[in-house]
């Protein structure tokens, strides 16, 4: 839990990536830490896959454009990002120079099995740069299964942090009950929901956790204009009619009342900022504390199962562990 008793700002960030374009958007989303940090925030969260961008394709492409479907999945691929690697060293560095957290939402590469599949991943940056983990998103939603493999229970986690425990869930992880519940029995007191959706009913969902969890929550969505995604993505002529934007964003901040005290910001790239005052992420918890004395272990029990599932193990590794 926190130790922080002073107020501190904390940063979400609405913006458009680099459309498939895993080097730029890695600068650019180096610049919004450095912004971020000049502006006094002390942590910083991004949208779901900010980097490279969100596969939005799954939406619109049919399923029976086999051949299109595998050259989007391939510039994907050669777009993902690699725990660690290079692009993860620049983010790293980023944050340190801005003295901040950040939680950054990318596509991942499974570099510890083929290769060939992708996680939507949040990876944790601390302030001092380092990498304090990475959760792979649990069940990619309806069409995001073309493109992203299943994460499991051995990414769910929450951290210490100097200013209070940080965890969360992407995008529609947020509507499992027990997932959520995890993130509260594991002390979570600023709650990273990086998300593509936006509107209602998503804006009542966060609403809706912060005051279930006590927690502040922020929600960072990304913004992205069919102008936006370049003329050699074929894909672009699945949307039609005149409305340029794809998603108009509505990031926001929201106190562990479920009052909202940044945003929410439409249609314009923006980093909202809020003011977090730790005696929030306590006091209101007389009252209710979902997994505290407001929870019945008694009544019901949660079991979640954190293990990994690698697709491979070695003999050597096997014996080494014995």
Request: contains cysteine; glycine residues 8%; negative net charge.
């Amino acid at each position: 839990m926190a130790e922080q008793q002073s107020t501190f700002r904390i940063a979400a960030v609405q913006a458009t990536p680099v459309f498939m374009d895993r080097q730029a958007t890695v600068e650019k989303a180096c610049a919004l830490i450095a912004e971020a940090g000049r502006s006094g925030a002390r942590l910083v969260a991004f949208p779901e896959a900010f980097i490279p961008a969100y596969p939005d394709w799954v939406w619109a492409v049919p399923a029976g454009e086999a051949g299109l479907l595998s050259e989007l999945y391939a510039a994907y691929l050669a777009n993902a990002i690699t725990i660690p690697s290079d692009a993860t060293e620049r983010l790293c560095r980023a944050a340190r120079e801005a003295g901040t957290y950040v939680v950054m939402g990318v596509s991942e590469r499974n570099a510890e099995a083929s290769g060939g599949s992708m996680y939507n991943t949040l990876l944790y940056i601390s302030d001092s740069g380092e990498i304090m983990g990475k959760h792979r998103k649990l069940v990619p939603t309806g069409g995001e299964r073309l493109v992203w493999a299943q994460g499991d229970g051995s990414t769910l986690s929450a951290y210490d942090t100097a200013l209070g425990k940080l965890g969360g869930l992407i995008c529609w992880e947020n509507y499992m009950p027990l997932a959520r519940y995890a993130m509260y029995a594991w002390g979570t007191q600023i709650y990273i929901a990086a998300t593509w959706d936006q509107g209602e009913p998503w804006l009542s969902t966060l609403r809706h956790i912060a005051k279930e969890g006590r927690v502040y929550v922020l929600g960072s969505c990304t913004l992205l204009r069919r102008s936006d995604i370049p003329d050699r993505f074929a894909f672009k002529r699945y949307y039609t009619g005149d409305d340029d934007w794809i998603n108009h964003g509505d990031s926001v901040i929201v106190d562990p009342s479920g009052a909202v005290i940044a945003g929410p910001v439409r249609d314009k790239e923006e980093i909202l900022y809020a003011e977090i005052d730790p005696l929030l992420m306590s006091g209101p918890r007389w009252m209710l504390d979902v997994a505290g004395h407001y929870g019945r272990p008694d009544v019901f029990d949660l079991r979640v199962n954190t293990s990994k599932h690698p697709m491979i193990t070695s003999q050597a590794e096997t014996d080494r562990n014995i």
